[in-house]
Every structure is written in structure tokens, then in C-alpha cells.
């Protein structure tokens, strides 16, 4: 026989309910009453559940938030969606998060990459999805996260300042399936190259990718000149499509 778990409040939040060692659940439906009277912005009321060992499995939340100072009722269902034994579809409409600085477009200093070295690029300006499967800049607003299961892609292209000296410009991750944190051919470009123009050498980086909630991804830039040098512009644009059910990275793949 089910019995249902109840718990009068009202509890700040975030309020968690572990189940004892002697009990065991299935989540049919959750429920829970937010009073947002407090809050000091709009906000979403999420659900989650963990294993025993801490490890997130489920996240949950209404696809609007709810204003600052207003209350509301949510009912999550997740766990009454029809089981499938299809794959994970990557179709649909994606969400979109993009990060940029410019000092010619928005009026941003430029990033001064000292002689020699690699450098996360802080985003001045970030544009974020509504559903929240992208957050961020954050931990030094340089950190964009993944909040879902989810298969992405990625841009990167960093404008630095003209000049006859190596640059590179990495996209870092801790992506499951394609390795990350390289600098290739399309990344890279030697002091002595014929593409240097006579405002911005343009360099750019992509990763398609698959991430587990949580996970990371950051930008950086590399000067391989003797002295510093700037980056003028750099753009991020990440796109994510949900895969339903996704955990883990291929046995054996380099990552």
C-alpha cells in the first residue's frame, strides 16, 4: 500500500526530505507551496532528487517564473511521463545562451592577455534561456553551466589585436563525448600567418558536445607573443537540445 510523505511548513528554503534506511519511494507526483514574499527577484520553484551517494537525477520547474514578492503552488509531474525505449532526440528548437565583449560594438575595455599566457575570457554581457538549461557567467564570470542532460554545440571567436604573433582561442569543457581543451588548426594561428587583417586577427574554436547536469564550459585565450596583448572582441554562443535519460561518456574515449 502507497502512503503519501506530507510535511507541514512553512521551512526556508531550500528544504530537503530524506528518506530514512528503512524506507523506499516512488515518486508518483510532488507538489509544494513557495511564498515568495520575500524574494528580491523573480525565481523558479524547482524539485530535485538525489541518490544516496549526492548525485543529482531529476530537476524539475516550471517552464515561467514567478515574480518577485508573488507566491504559487507547483505540482511537478516528471514522473508520470510515458516511458519510451526510443533514443534521446536531439530535434526541436534549441536553447540559445551567448556571452560576448566588445570593445568596438558595446564599448568594453579590451582583455589584456599577458605575454606568454592563458587566460579565461570574462564575458561582460551575457543573454540567457528562459528554461534555465543554460546559466551563468559565474564562479569569476567565466563559467557557463549546463543544467540539463543534453546534447550542444558551441562557437567561439575571439578578435585580438592585429599583430605578427602566435593566438589561440580554446573552448574548455568537461563534455562527455568530444575532448575539449585542445588547441587545433582552426583554433590557432601562427605569428607569421597570411590571415591578419588590420583591425582584429580573428581566431575561433567549435565543440559539438553531450553534458550531464552541471557540467562546464569556459573560454580562454592564449598569448604567445613576448609581450601582452589584447583581445578586442570575443563571442560565445552555446546551443543545447535536451536528451532525456543521458549519463555518462563513451568507455575509453579520450576526455
Known sequence: MSVPITRDGPYAAPYAYQLAASESWQALTISA??????????????????????????????SASVAAGASAEVTYHPFLRTATSAAPSSGGTPSVATFYRSTFVAGDLPQTIAAGDTANLVWAHAKLPSDGSITGPFI?????????????????????????????????????????????????????????VDTNDWVSDAVPAAYEANDLLH?????????????????????????????????????
Open 219 to 255: 573560454a580562454y585565450a592564449i598569448n604567445g607573443d613576448t609581450a601582452a596583448r589584447d583581445v578586442n572582441e570575443a563571442w560565445l554562443v552555446i546551443r543545447v537540445w535536451p536528451a532525456t535519460g543521458y549519463n555518462g561518456g563513451i568507455p575509453g574515449w579520450p576526455q
Open 140 to 196: 569569476g564570470d567565466v563559467y557557463a553551466q549546463m543544467n540539463i542532460g543534453c546534447m550542444a554545440d558551441a562557437w567561439l571567436r575571439v578578435g585580438w589585436e592585429d599583430g605578427a604573433y602566435e593566438k589561440a582561442a580554446v573552448l574548455g569543457t568537461n563534455s562527455r563525448i568530444v575532448p575539449a581543451d585542445a588547441v587545433t588548426s582552426s583554433s590557432y594561428m601562427a605569428g607569421a600567418s597570411p590571415l591578419r
Open 33 to 62: 507551496t513557495f511564498d515568495g514574499s520575500g524574494a528580491s527577484g523573480s525565481f523558479y520553484p524547482c524539485c530535485s532528487i538525489y541518490t544516496q551517494d549526492g548525485k543529482l537525477v531529476s530537476r524539475d520547474f516550471p
